[in-house]
């Protein structure tokens, strides 16, 4: 395996500044909620949730359906704006002003790499080659780079063999590794993974985990939404709850179960 080569996992932070002064100073949080609120509709989703995510983190959201995780993910990637509250992304507040220059904007996510619950949300090329090349395509590498960073990615989730084959005629296993290598391809610092192992048999799941191990002990960060409590001790992932009544709480994982999300 290729963990450690090339770009793709390569511990860059993109050109990213992180550190504030000597060693020793405090570390700005890469992702960081600040009394966040979101509604759909007028119904309050997000009410009022601060967290922080630090550089090099395996963080798992866990709480019941309807809590509000995907929601985090979506404000995390910029596809929702908060109603009231900040969204901080490595220092800077993530709003319609920020998105608005197409620079920045692209920047941005770039550096978050989001990988929907349902594949087929995020898949539309032809071929699975196609699929993991667009997404670096369009940060202007040179062919080579372009060439290796696909080559990698597909060899990493098992999916060379798929590189001609269709993303429509694929099983759901395979169409989730082929999401996976088509982010991981731009070399994010963060994934952001809406149940990444829902759907998934034994050896697609293995795959999945051994990744995650890796990414980040090479520096990444991985913040992921999950019901597997098995999953987040496998991982090692500091567990962030969020109950029913969109509170977030920070315990260990054997106390998740109860339909508040958290044991009284």
């Given amino acids: 395996m290729w963990i450690g080569k090339g770009d793709v996992l390569a511990n860059d932070t993109n050109g990213a500044m992180g550190v504030s002064g000597a060693a020793g100073a405090e570390t700005t949080p890469l992702i960081e909620f600040r009394d966040v609120v979101f509604s759909y509709a007028g119904h309050t989703v997000i009410d009022g949730i601060s967290l922080q995510v630090n550089r090099g983190e395996l963080v798992a959201l866990l709480g019941p ?20 509250g900040a969204y901080l992304f490595d220092g800077h ?3 319609a002003a920020y998105l608005k220059d197409s620079a920045t904007a692209q920047r941005f996510h770039q550096r978050v ?3 929907f619950q349902n594949a087929d949300a995020q898949l539309f090329c032809a071929t699975v ?52 290598a088509a982010v991981v391809s731009m070399n994010p610092d ?32 991985v913040l992921m939404s999950t019901h597997h409590q098995d999953l987040v001790r496998r991982l090692g992932a500091r567990a962030i709850f969020i109950d029913r009544y969109h509170h977030v709480v920070e315990a260990p994982v054997s106390s998740y179960g109860t339909e508040s999300g958290v044991v009284e």
């Fill in 65 to 84: 359906n309807g809590c509000g995780k995907t929601t985090i993910m979506r404000l995390i990637n910029g596809l929702e704006l908060v109603d009231a």
């Fill in 93 to 95: 507040a993530v709003d």
């Fill in 113 to 115: 790499g989001f990988v």
């Fill in 129 to 180: 080659g196609e699929e993991v090349a667009f997404g670096p395509a369009q940060m202007g590498l040179p062919a080579d780079e372009l060439e290796r960073r696909v080559r990698d990615a597909m060899e990493l989730f098992q999916v060379a063999d798929l590189v001609d084959a269709s993303p429509y005629q694929l099983s759901g296993g395979q169409k989730k590794r082929v999401a996976l």
């Fill in 190 to 221: 963060i994934l952001v993974l809406d149940e990444p192992t829902n759907g998934l048999d034994e050896d697609s799941c293995d795959i999945v985990v051994n990744f995650l191990l890796a990414y980040v002990a090479a520096g990444k960060t």
